[in-house]
C-alpha cells in the first residue's frame, strides 16, 4: 500500500511563501500524475494543482495560477508544493494525492486517490 507523508505546512505572513513537501513511501511506484487538493474549514475540498510525472506538464486552479508550482523530484519519490505571495484566503489543509491505478492517463481531479494526511497552512494579514 502507498503511504503518502506530508510536511512543510505552517504559518506564514501574507505576501510570504511556504514549501510543502510529500514523500511517497514505494519507490516502485510510479503514478502518471500526482496532484494537490486543501480544505478550509466547512468548505469542500478543493483542487489546487496537477503535475504529469513523465512530461512535467503541470496545471493549476484559478485560484492560485501564477503563485503556486507543484513539482516532483523522482529521485526521492517527493512531491512539492512551492507557495509564493501567499494570501489569507489560502489559509486551508493541505493534502497531496495520488492516483490508486497506475493507468496512463490522469485521474487525480477526480477524487478516486491516495492521500496524504494533510499539513496545515495559516496566512495572516
Known amino acids: ?3 503518502l507523508v506530508e510536511s512543510g505546512g505552517g504559518s506564514a505572513q501574507a505576501a510570504g511563501s511556504l514549501r510543502l513537501s ?4 514505494e519507490y516502485t511506484y510510479s503514478p502518471f500524475c500526482m496532484g494537490w487538493f486543501r480544505q478550509a474549514p466547512g468548505q469542500e475540498r478543493e483542487w489546487v494543482a496537477t503535475i ?3 512530461g512535467g506538464n503541470t496545471y493549476y486552479a484559478d485560484s492560485v495560477k501564477g503563485r503556486f508550482t507543484v513539482s516532483r523530484d523522482h529521485a526521492n519519490n517527493t512531491l512539492y508544493l512551492q507557495m509564493n505571495s501567499l494570501e489569507p484566503e489560502d489559509t486551508a489543509m493541505y493534502y497531496c494525492a495520488a492516483p490508486t491505478r497506475e493507468i496512463r492517463y490522469c485521474t ?3 477524487g478516486n486517490n491516495y492521500w496524504g ?3 496545515q497552512v495559516t496566512v495572516s494579514s
Open 1 to 3: 500500500e502507498v503511504q
Open 108 to 110: 487525480v481531479k477526480s
Open 117 to 119: 494526511q494533510g499539513t
Open 22 to 25: 510529500c514523500a511517497a513511501s
Open 52 to 54: 504529469f510525472t513523465g
